[in-house]
């Protein structure tokens, strides 16, 4: 064998056995890389743990991590966490924070080899919620407590203490007033009851919860307690001897006024139990309130105030006091300055007494009409000339008194008979004009004052001479007259009205059916029902229209008038019966009397034959 061809073969099979390990080399299979997406963990409202399991195969890792969103398949350009390269197997996981709560979050894993990224299956979860503490509406609300209460739903993080916070400043805190319920672990329907609160006041409350360093708060609302009502007492006003007007202002927000009125004594702080009284019942409305306190004694103190009586008890308002007038040492030094005359008016307010209007007749038997009004200081013993009555009537008027003002209206005059009706002040002797009485113009017609309003019946009608029974209420504060229930007895004009406690009284008189009918009934009249009683009769031997009717007391007086007597009667509203009480001088028709303390002063008028301008001394037995 040649050299050179031995050389070729060696080198042929080396080449061989070097080429078949090179194939063998090759051949070995690629293991994929996989990074498998686990379930998320540690949910909570803003946070979720998301894992995976990176198992490395044949290819060079460059990156891995995780992609996710809230829009299903996310990829690298979604929200993504990268880990890097990686050569070995392991368990990755990343915490997401900043997430919204009650949100559904997709996620996957990725890896990335070269240019290409795989990505791992899909998965997904829903973060948590916030507990939520809702306010709601408070409930029971009185003048001192409240009941405010919250729907309390637990949510992902743990509650540490949940209650309520208020106060009487917008949003209250826990550094406000709070009642703390403790931990909660589910859902609950919470309340508490606020006591010892101020009345007629707006409280801000809301829920609260705190969760590790954190406090959240539920909405704001507010209720307001309820308002006490109040009756304001006033000064005493029109004090005279024995009488004094009282009132107050009532006012009604939420309490159920059960009654109400005024209480006195001649000893301080008079309540329900140790002073006098007087009613008004239960009221629903606010309202102002008056009354006539008669019966007092001369030169004597007392105390009053209002009070109302809710379910609560008692309620009283301020107290006030008044003097009642010293004893006047009455004489007549030159009498009434004005002219002789009968049919005239006379008002008591407070220390004065006025007098004015009537008839007379002049030098030739002529009737004169007046209209002259004159003020009596009964301190001072004093006449004063006051501004002349505007009204159309002289003869024959009413007049009554309400608080410290007087109201004249209707009569006879020159010009014929009146409706209008007129308020005289005092303080400005002034006098306005108020709605004229509803009806035809009437002269003779008789009335009285009653617990802060006028009342007007009987008298002759203008026109045809009816005498009348029709009944009417003034009511100042609404400057209205409203008819009320017709006087039951016999139409009659020159009758006498007055009032004692919370009832009018109409009587005497001279009937329709003959001028001689004379009469000698009594009508008692309730404003509150509008009803008339009958009373007993006077059983006076002599006729009683025109005559004088005045109270002191308590009880009512009666006399003179058309019969020509002397004789005055007493009238006793609560034995309901009558009885002789001494008598005057002389007799007058048509006079006037004003109370003086214990005594009364009667005077002008009239006989057969005379005008009179004089006055003598009453004193009842």
């Given at each position: ?303 009053f105030r209002t009070f109302f009586i809710t379910s609560s008890g008692v309620v009283y308002g301020d107290?006030?006091s008044f003097t009642t007038l010293a004893e006047v040492v009455w004489s007549e030094p030159g009498g ?286």
């Amino acid at each position: 064998m040649k050299p050179g061809v031995v050389v070729f073969f060696v080198f042929t099979v080396s080449s061989m056995l070097l080429l078949s390990c090179h194939e063998e080399k090759d051949a070995t299979p690629k293991v994929p890389t996989e990074f498998l997406t686990k379930a998320a963990e540690d949910v909570l409202v803003t946070e979720a743990v998301i894992k995976g399991e990176l198992s490395i195969g044949t290819e060079p890792i460059s990156d891995c991590g995780f992609v996710w969103g809230i829009v299903p398949n996310p990829s690298l350009g979604s929200d993504k966490k990268s880990f890097g390269a990686k050569n070995s197997n392991e368990q990755l996981s990343h915490k997401l924070t900043g997430l919204q709560s009650k949100t559904t979050y997709y996620y996957k894993t990725f890896y990335t080899s070269g240019s290409t990224t795989v990505y791992g299956e899909e998965l997904s979860f829903t973060t948590g919620r916030h507990a939520e503490f809702t306010t709601k509406v408070a409930e029971e609300v009185s003048f001192t407590e409240a009941l405010v209460k919250g729907e309390l739903s637990i949510g992902a993080e743990a509650i540490s203490d949940c209650g309520f916070v208020w106060g009487i400043v917008p949003n209250p805190s826990l550094a406000s007033d709070k009642k703390g319920l403790g931990a909660k672990v589910s859902d609950e329907k919470l309340s508490h009851k606020l006591t010892g609160l101020q009345s007629n006041t707006k409280y801000y409350y809301k829920t609260f919860y705190t969760s590790g360093s954190t406090t959240v708060y539920g909405e704001e609302l507010f209720f307001t307690t309820k308002r006490h009502s109040a009756f304001a007492t006033a000064e005493a006003e029109d004090i005279s001897f024995t009488e004094v007007s009282l009132s107050g202002e009532l006012l009604i927000f939420d309490d159920e006024i059960f009654e109400c009125g005024f209480v006195w004594s001649k000893a301080p702080n008079p309540t329900t139990a140790t002073g006098e009284k007087k009613y008004f019942g239960p009221q629903a409305q606010a309202k102002a309130l008056t009354f006539t306190l008669a019966g007092l004694s001369i030169n004597s103190t007392y105390y009053f105030r209002t009070f109302f009586i809710t379910s609560s008890g008692v309620v009283y308002g301020d107290e006030f006091s008044f003097t009642t007038l010293a004893e006047v040492v009455w004489s007549e030094p030159g009498g009434f300055p004005g002219d002789e005359r009968m049919a005239a008016i006379s008002l008591s307010i407070g220390s004065k007494a006025y007098v004015g209007l009537g008839h007379g007749r002049d030098t030739e038997n002529h009737i004169v009409w007046f209209k002259d009004f004159w003020e009596f200081d009964m301190v001072n013993n004093t006449w004063t000339k006051r501004k002349d009555y505007p009204g159309m009537g002289s003869s024959g008027a009413v007049a009554f008194t309400i608080q410290g003002k007087g109201y004249v209206g209707t009569g006879s005059g020159a010009s014929g008979t009146g409706k209008d009706f007129w308020e005289y002040d005092p303080a400005a002797d002034s006098w306005t004009q108020k709605a004229d009485l509803v009806g035809s113009p009437v002269s003779y017609a008789t009335g009285f004052a009653l617990n802060g309003k006028g009342y007007i019946g009987t008298g002759v009608e203008f026109g045809n001479g009816d005498f009348l029974k029709t009944f009417y209420e003034y009511d100042p504060a609404l400057d209205k007259w409203t008819r009320k229930a017709d006087f039951p007895g016999f139409a009659v004009d020159q009758a006498v009205g007055f009032s004692i406690g919370d009832l009018g009284y109409i009587g005497m008189g001279l009937r329709m059916e003959s001028w001689l009918g004379h009469t000698k009934q009594l009508w008692a009249y309730s404003p509150a029902t509008n009803t008339w009683t009958p009373k007993k009769d006077c059983p006076s031997a002599q006729s009683l229209d025109g005559s004088v009717a005045f109270v002191m007391n308590d009880k009512a007086y009666v006399g003179l008038g058309w019969g020509y007597g002397t004789t005055i009667w007493q009238y006793d509203p609560e034995l309901n019966d009558w009885q002789e009480n001494g008598s005057v001088v002389k007799s007058r028709i048509s006079a006037i009397a004003i109370p003086l303390g214990n005594k009364v002063i009667i005077g002008t008028g009239a006989s057969t034959s005379s005008y009179y301008k004089d006055f003598e001394d009453y004193v009842p037995q």
